[in-house]
């Protein structure tokens, strides 16, 4: 398992200022994270887990929306 250090940085949305993850690069294709799969983020204090969702549950995701109150417009239209 390779490690990556990255930075906390922040976007502007609904008026203010929030923190931001960004990930992006190859070696995202290179561990199975093509564009279009759908992930999941498992949350706890200190620690955030992404996994792809695989087979049948990444067909029942497919509509998948997150939860209202982390919902934001797309930067991408």
């Not at 931001?20 to 887990?49: C, D, H, M, Y």
Request: proline share 5%; glycine share 10%.
């Amino acid at each position: 398992m390779k490690t990556r250090r990255l930075t906390v940085s922040s976007i502007y949305s609904n008026e203010k200022y929030v923190p931001a993850i960004r990930l992006s690069g190859n070696w995202l294709v290179e561990n199975g994270f093509q564009t279009g799969r759908k992930i999941v983020v498992n949350e706890k204090p200190g620690s955030l887990t992404i996994r792809l969702i695989s087979g049948e549950d990444e067909r029942e995701a497919g509509g998948c929306e997150p939860e209202p109150s982390v919902k934001r417009k797309s930067l991408y239209k």
